[in-house]
Protein backbone atom coordinates (compact mmCIF):
# COMPACT_ATOMS: atom_id res chain seq x y z
CA UNK A 1 0.00 0.00 0.00
CA UNK A 2 1.12 3.34 -0.63
CA UNK A 3 2.08 5.59 2.23
CA UNK A 4 1.54 9.58 2.50
CA UNK A 5 3.92 11.06 4.94
CA UNK A 6 2.99 14.97 3.98
CA UNK A 7 3.06 16.78 7.50
CA UNK A 8 0.83 19.74 5.82
CA UNK A 9 -1.87 17.48 4.36
CA UNK A 10 -4.33 18.52 6.93
CA UNK A 11 -3.21 21.95 6.66
CA UNK A 12 -3.77 21.54 2.53
CA UNK A 13 -6.68 20.39 3.12
CA UNK A 14 -8.23 22.92 5.54
CA UNK A 15 -7.07 25.57 3.24
CA UNK A 16 -9.19 24.33 0.43
CA UNK A 17 -11.81 23.71 2.32
CA UNK A 18 -11.90 27.38 3.81
CA UNK A 19 -10.55 29.23 0.50
CA UNK A 20 -12.29 27.10 -1.96
CA UNK A 21 -8.92 27.01 -3.59
CA UNK A 22 -5.99 24.53 -3.25
CA UNK A 23 -3.17 25.30 -1.22
CA UNK A 24 -0.93 24.19 -3.79
CA UNK A 25 -2.33 26.16 -7.26
CA UNK A 26 -3.13 24.09 -10.56
CA UNK A 27 0.03 25.15 -13.07
CA UNK A 28 0.65 25.14 -16.60
CA UNK A 29 4.45 25.14 -16.88
CA UNK A 30 5.70 27.14 -20.03
CA UNK A 31 8.30 27.36 -22.18
CA UNK A 32 9.26 30.03 -24.47
CA UNK A 33 12.06 31.13 -26.73
CA UNK A 34 12.31 32.36 -30.40
CA UNK A 35 13.95 30.76 -32.83
CA UNK A 36 14.60 32.78 -35.95
CA UNK A 37 11.51 34.22 -37.31
CA UNK A 38 9.16 32.42 -34.92
CA UNK A 39 8.33 32.19 -30.98
CA UNK A 40 8.02 28.87 -29.46
CA UNK A 41 6.18 28.15 -26.71
CA UNK A 42 5.65 24.88 -24.93
CA UNK A 43 3.28 24.12 -21.86
CA UNK A 44 3.46 20.48 -19.75
CA UNK A 45 -0.29 19.33 -19.85
CA UNK A 46 0.64 15.63 -18.52
CA UNK A 47 -2.66 13.70 -18.00
CA UNK A 48 -4.72 16.06 -20.14
CA UNK A 49 -6.54 15.06 -23.44
CA UNK A 50 -6.41 16.95 -26.82
CA UNK A 51 -10.73 17.31 -26.92
CA UNK A 52 -10.38 19.19 -23.57
CA UNK A 53 -7.79 22.06 -24.99
CA UNK A 54 -9.14 25.29 -25.94
CA UNK A 55 -7.21 28.29 -27.73
CA UNK A 56 -8.37 31.56 -28.46
CA UNK A 57 -6.70 35.00 -29.31
CA UNK A 58 -8.30 38.38 -28.63
CA UNK A 59 -6.47 41.61 -29.32
CA UNK A 60 -3.20 40.10 -28.67
CA UNK A 61 -4.17 38.30 -25.39
CA UNK A 62 -3.41 34.14 -26.02
CA UNK A 63 -5.68 31.89 -22.98
CA UNK A 64 -4.92 28.73 -23.30
CA UNK A 65 -7.46 26.74 -20.81
CA UNK A 66 -7.08 22.75 -20.28
CA UNK A 67 -9.29 20.36 -18.66
CA UNK A 68 -8.34 17.04 -16.10
CA UNK A 69 -10.89 15.15 -15.17
CA UNK A 70 -11.52 14.42 -11.08
CA UNK A 71 -10.90 11.02 -10.22
CA UNK A 72 -13.74 8.54 -10.37
CA UNK A 73 -15.37 9.14 -6.96
CA UNK A 74 -16.40 5.28 -6.65
CA UNK A 75 -12.52 4.47 -6.28
CA UNK A 76 -10.91 4.08 -3.45
CA UNK A 77 -8.41 7.09 -3.69
CA UNK A 78 -4.99 6.42 -1.79
CA UNK A 79 -3.30 9.55 -2.89
CA UNK A 80 -4.59 12.79 -5.32
CA UNK A 81 -2.32 15.39 -5.61
CA UNK A 82 -1.87 16.24 -8.99
CA UNK A 83 -4.37 19.12 -9.59
CA UNK A 84 -7.32 18.27 -11.39
CA UNK A 85 -10.12 20.72 -12.75
CA UNK A 86 -10.08 23.61 -15.32
CA UNK A 87 -6.50 25.28 -15.72
CA UNK A 88 -6.13 28.24 -17.50
CA UNK A 89 -3.50 30.56 -18.65
CA UNK A 90 -2.98 34.48 -20.29
CA UNK A 91 0.10 35.31 -22.39
CA UNK A 92 0.37 38.35 -23.77
CA UNK A 93 1.63 39.07 -27.52
CA UNK A 94 3.25 41.91 -28.61
CA UNK A 95 2.22 43.30 -31.30
CA UNK A 96 5.73 41.97 -33.69
CA UNK A 97 3.64 38.97 -33.70
CA UNK A 98 0.80 37.26 -36.21
CA UNK A 99 -1.82 36.17 -34.52
CA UNK A 100 -3.59 35.12 -36.98
CA UNK A 101 -0.94 32.26 -38.02
CA UNK A 102 -0.26 30.40 -35.13
CA UNK A 103 0.40 26.95 -35.44
CA UNK A 104 -0.80 24.56 -32.40
CA UNK A 105 0.07 20.47 -31.53
CA UNK A 106 -0.22 18.72 -28.82
CA UNK A 107 1.86 15.43 -28.18
CA UNK A 108 3.08 13.59 -25.60
CA UNK A 109 1.34 15.88 -22.89
CA UNK A 110 2.99 19.02 -24.27
CA UNK A 111 1.09 21.76 -26.27
CA UNK A 112 3.40 23.21 -28.56
CA UNK A 113 2.91 26.67 -30.23
CA UNK A 114 4.19 28.28 -32.75
CA UNK A 115 3.66 31.92 -33.05
CA UNK A 116 5.39 33.47 -36.23
CA UNK A 117 6.86 37.15 -36.25
CA UNK A 118 5.02 39.24 -38.29
CA UNK A 119 6.40 40.55 -41.47
CA UNK A 120 6.13 43.64 -41.17
CA UNK A 121 8.05 43.73 -37.59
CA UNK A 122 11.10 41.86 -39.69
CA UNK A 123 14.19 43.65 -40.61
CA UNK A 124 14.00 45.04 -44.21
CA UNK A 125 15.91 47.15 -46.43
CA UNK A 126 15.04 50.29 -48.25
CA UNK A 127 16.82 52.18 -51.20
CA UNK A 128 17.84 55.72 -50.83
CA UNK A 129 18.77 57.25 -54.01
CA UNK A 130 21.81 59.14 -54.25
CA UNK A 131 22.80 61.95 -57.08
CA UNK A 132 20.90 59.56 -59.15
CA UNK A 133 21.66 56.55 -57.94
CA UNK A 134 19.83 54.07 -56.00
CA UNK A 135 22.02 52.30 -53.09
CA UNK A 136 20.22 49.58 -50.42
CA UNK A 137 21.07 50.61 -46.77
CA UNK A 138 19.55 48.07 -43.54
CA UNK A 139 16.90 49.61 -41.95
Not at 44 to 50: E, I, N, S
Not at 63 to 87: C, K, M, N, Y
Not at 106 to 111: A, E, R, S
Amino acid sequence: MLMRTDPFRDLDRLTQAVLGTPARPAVMPMDAWREKDQFIVEFDLPGVKADSLDLDVERNVLTVRAERPDLDPEQETVSAERPRGIFSRQLFLGENLDTDKIDASYHDGVLRLTIPVAEKAKPRRIAISHDGEQQSISA
